[in-house]
């Protein structure tokens, strides 16, 4: 089979050889602009006045563009929300864009963006979710899962704790920043390549800020490298900028942001402050919960609604809460608009319950690993507190092949060994379990379309909505496309997603990539076949059911022969027989239903499930601290391609370590973002992984919902796993007073924030 096989990537050999073609290695036309954005140096006041006039002096400057220049709608965000392009009466964050300066080369228009004066008249600023939240400064009003009584069942619990920790947010650091590359066409046309996830919502705003109809302008996206959901709104506003500066003067104009422009000027994950309560029994069964999740949306709404839903629709991650209250706050500050990123608001939604159930342990002298099994959620059950059952429920075996695998009870025994003799290096074993909703939270999302062409000679053209950020989606899709004609998948070429071939698509984004996509390509595909069969049928005068498609050709069996071609050569047959050899395939996600004022529903079509534990050392001197081995298994279902997804799930892994680690944001007290590049903003090396690092597909565990092929998803999940390194984190400093106490651990876990922790157990 062509599909559920380890098959490289489809651009593996032209990644690594330097062959790949990202949108700044595209051959620029003769005439050719560039553009630099003008920035706010204020995080809050109104703007009076815009002088671009030395700007527009400047060396080989061509034109300058602010809001007034605009001839649609000066908005980047859809219908509802007020996110300008560029600002016009007031800035909001040190970094908004407030004018572009288009000229030859990129370094006139760098250096003639310094030049630009702004006169703005400084405002009162909120820089942190404490201050918003003390004013109730929100993007949007709170959101409430509540499910049974929580203030009752609380009083009558046998036991309540509180307790309150903070998680940082995290910078997408994609190794290709934001970049667009416009280039108009006659009539008013535009095409424009995109490095964004979104095309659809590219091609809206480009169009909208050129006030014409979004058939005029076309988006084209080969390739990105890297998103991980900071190109699926972000990219618009770099799009849209390029756009006006093209569709203004006649000539194709670039946009590309340098690392530490893009860093100030686009969003991040969002930050996260937590309250709750929890009462529980004396065997260590949460009775009730109480939590609020205050989350700091940034200027604007962005991506903050989604965000915040599926935080509190994670709230309860892997457990059954039999009583519980979940509140989420939108908080707004004067710092970047925060946005979707990878996990979408699940990783901070989950460290809600793994914190309350180590404290849970520590109050109860109980073994922490035994207190998150008590709790799991029953196979078929159980209802999350939304109202979804839990089906196909994989938490007790993932939990059982970590276990075993890593040999836990063995490693546990012989670091409570070396904890007891060694006084200034501690080692820590965590352990995390995982259940992790796929589809969008907005069910209007869950569509995929596809086009696919069949050649005379058997060659076959695929596109879809979709876009290939180095996840691996091409490749999965041409599995697909190559299972259903039963040909290799040489035969197939898949082409850049374009919004001219298919339209109103959905982000590449909540996992669902292969999902939706892949059963739009499958749909396609299928509707070709079903249309050679019936003529093979017909042409041969056989039994439909006795044709069959195999290994590149096409067997014909009749009453005492058998006949045998190429799946080209009845390609040329369909073809002189004026039969179509080219169709688009629809799908959309089944099942799926949400309320969000209720906040009840089925919002996702399945769960994916997964377990991880991580061993870590901390030096109670500094603070220091490494991850020493993680062992992972990720349920995938039947997966599409094995290989590409272990890559997936070690990927996810690290960069959720990193945010929990060392991946610090730091705003001064002025607003001004002060990590801006590798040098001050530290991503995990290669040196940050763990040496041991043993990751598992979940064995036999095809979906039972009609995936594609059975598959799973794999994008997201596994970047929760790597909670299990904060969890270790925070065994390793209890081991300081015997673990008698739980410790607040603030992420990410930095050598002073560890440091800090281990002076608040010794005190």
């Known amino acids: 089979m062509t599909v559920h096989a380890s098959l490289r990537h489809d651009s593996a050999l032209k990644h690594v050889t330097g062959q790949a073609i990202y949108i700044d290695d595209m051959p620029e036309p003769p005439g050719t602009l560039h553009a630099a954005l003008v920035l706010s140096p204020i995080a809050s006041g109104r703007l009076r006045r815009i002088d671009l006039s030395k700007a527009a002096a400047a060396p080989g400057v ?138 659809t919502e590219v091609q809206h705003v480009c169009a909208e800020i050129l006030g014409c109809a979004f058939n005029r302008v076309t988006i084209v996206v080969r390739r990105l490298g890297g998103g991980f959901g900071g190109k699926e709104s972000n990219a618009s506003a770099i799009a849209g900028a390029a756009a006006l500066a093209a569709a203004r003067t006649g000539r194709p104009v670039k946009l590309r942001l340098p690392r ?76 970047q608009s925060n946005t979707a990123f990878r996990g979408f608001g699940g990783p901070q939604g989950v460290l809600v319950m793994e914190d309350a159930l180590d404290r849970i342990a520590r109050h109860l002298g109980r073994d922490p690993w035994d207190i998150r099994v008590l709790n799991f959620y029953r196979d078929g059950q159980d209802e999350t507190p939304y109202g979804q059952k ?114 109103n698509t959905s982000p590449t984004a909540a996992s669902t990539g292969s999902d939706l996509n892949g059963w739009a390509a499958w749909e396609a595909a299928n509707t070709i ?70 906040m ?49 799930i070690e990927g996810a892994f690290v960069q959720g370590q990193g945010w929990l680690t060392c991946e610090e944001l730091w705003w001064d007290k002025h607003g001004r973002l002060r990590t801006v590049g590798p040098s001050t903003y530290k991503i995990p090396g290669s040196r940050d992984a763990p040496p041991i690092f043993n990751v598992k597909l979940l064995d036999n565990a095809p979906s039972r919902e009609a995936t594609i092929f059975r598959s799973k998803a794999v994008g997201e999940p596994p970047l929760l796993l790597a909670t299990a390194v904060w969890t270790a984190l925070r065994n390793a400093i209890e081991a300081v007073g015997d673990h008698k106490t739980a410790v607040r651990l603030d992420a990410p876990a930095t050598p002073e924030r560890v440091l800090a922790a281990i002076a608040r157990l010794r005190n």
């Open 62 to 199: 061509v034109a300058t563009f602010t809001a007034a220049d605009i001839p649609g709608h000066n908005n980047i965000a859809g219908p509802g929300k007020d996110e300008p392009l560029f600002a016009h009466d007031r800035v909001e964050f040190i970094g908004q864009a407030v004018a572009l300066v288009v000229a030859g080369t990129l370094d006139q228009a760098r250096a003639a963006a310094e030049l630009a004066q702004l006169d703005i008249e400084p405002g009162e600023e909120i820089l942190d979710i404490e201050t918003a939240l003390a004013r109730k400064a929100y993007v949007q009003a709170p959101s409430t899962i509540l499910r049974g009584d929580p203030d009752a069942a609380m009083k009558s619990a046998p036991h309540r704790l509180s307790a309150a920790f903070s998680v940082g947010g995290q910078e997408h650091f994609y190794l290709e920043g934001q970049i667009a590359f416009a280039l108009p066409g006659e009539d008013g046309d535009l095409v424009v390549h995109s490095s964004t996830q979104h095309p």
């Open 260 to 335: 530490e422009i893009d860093m100030i000027a686009t969003g991040k994950r969002h930050g996260f402050q937590y309250r709750y309560e929890v009462g529980f029994d004396g065997e260590g069964r949460v009775l009730a919960l109480d939590a609020v999740l205050a989350a700091d949306a940034g200027w604007s709404l962005d991506m903050t609604p989604g965000v915040i839903a599926r935080a509190l629709t994670h709230v309860d991650n892997a457990y059954w809460l039999p009583h519980v209250r979940a509140v989420g706050y939108a908080c707004r500050t004067n710092l």
């Open 390 to 503: 839990v089906d196909e429920n994989h938490l007790a075996r993932c939990w059982a092949e970590v276990k075993q695998g890593g040999a836990l009870e063995r490693r546990r025994a012989e670091i409570d060994a070396f904890n007891r003799t060694s006084p200034i290096l501690k080692r820590g074993l965590g352990v995390f379990p995982l259940k992790f909703g796929i589809s969008f939270n907005l069910p209007h999302l869950n569509q995929a379309g596809a086009l696919v062409h069949v050649y005379t000679d058997g060659s076959i053209r695929l596109n879809h909505g979709g876009t290939e950020m180095g996840q691996g989606l091409f490749i999965k899709v041409v599995q697909v496309v190559a299972e259903v004609f039963k040909v290799d998948i040489d035969r197939i070429r898949p082409s850049a997603t374009s919004t001219a071939e298919v339209p």
């Open 529 to 598: 076949k079903q249309r050679m069969i019936a003529f093979a049928s017909e042409h041969f005068a056989s039994a439909a059911d006795d044709i069959e498609f195999a290994d590149g050709t096409v067997r014909i069996a009749k009453p005492g022969s058998n006949q045998v071609m190429s799946f080209g050569e009845l390609a040329r047959l369909c073809y002189q027989g004026r039969v179509s050899l080219s169709s688009t395939g629809f799908y959309k996600t089944p099942k799926v239903h949400w309320d969000g004022a209720a």
């Open 600 to 648: 009840r529903g089925r919002p996702f079509f399945y769960f994916s499930f997964g377990a991880a534990a991580a061993e870590v050392a901390v030096d109670t001197l500094t603070g220091e601290n490494r991850v020493l081995r993680a062992d992972l298994v990720q349920d995938c279902g039947a997966s599409l391609n094995p290989s590409i997804d272990l890559g997936q």
